[in-house]
């Protein structure tokens, strides 16, 4: 029942910008708890930002910060993670996700969605 599916990724240059979606049905959806988490090639999967289900909370990583929005539209059931200023560090597959607490950590995560790739060349 419960689907987190991801879109958006793609092939950009540096300094270029890319908007991710995530479309939420069942349990969980779009009202959870909501992350982005991102993995390059022989890293480890990490939280990327975060928004609560109200909205009011977010997080962001210290690498993203001022430069990556988090948002929701609960009307439509989606999340959006806007992605400006990208540099090549930012290549990974992007993982959106669904929380059942907050704050967010991978330990907390319900539900995974199948990752979109993200690269950004120089």
């Known amino acids: 029942q419960a689907q987190v599916v991801e879109s958006g990724g793609g092939l950009v240059q540096a300094g270029g910008s890319l908007r991710l979606s995530c479309a939420a049905s069942?349990?969980?959806?779009?009202?959870?708890?909501m992350a982005w988490f991102r993995q390059a090639p022989g890293k480890e999967r990490v939280l990327v930002a975060a928004?609560?289900?109200?909205?009011?909370?977010?997080y962001y990583d210290d690498s993203v910060k001022g430069r990556f929005t988090i948002s929701r539209d609960n009307a439509k059931n989606t999340v959006y993670l806007q992605m400006d200023r990208l540099q090549p560090e930012d290549t990974a597959v992007y993982y959106c996700?669904?929380?059942?607490?907050?704050?967010?950590?991978?330990?907390?995560?319900?539900?995974w969605g199948q990752g979109t790739q993200v690269t950004v060349s120089s």
């Open positions: 928004i609560a289900g109200s909205g009011t909370a977010r």
């Open positions: 996700a669904a929380s059942s607490v907050w704050p967010v950590s991978i330990t907390t995560i319900v539900a």
């Open positions: 069942g349990r969980p959806n779009s009202r959870s708890h």
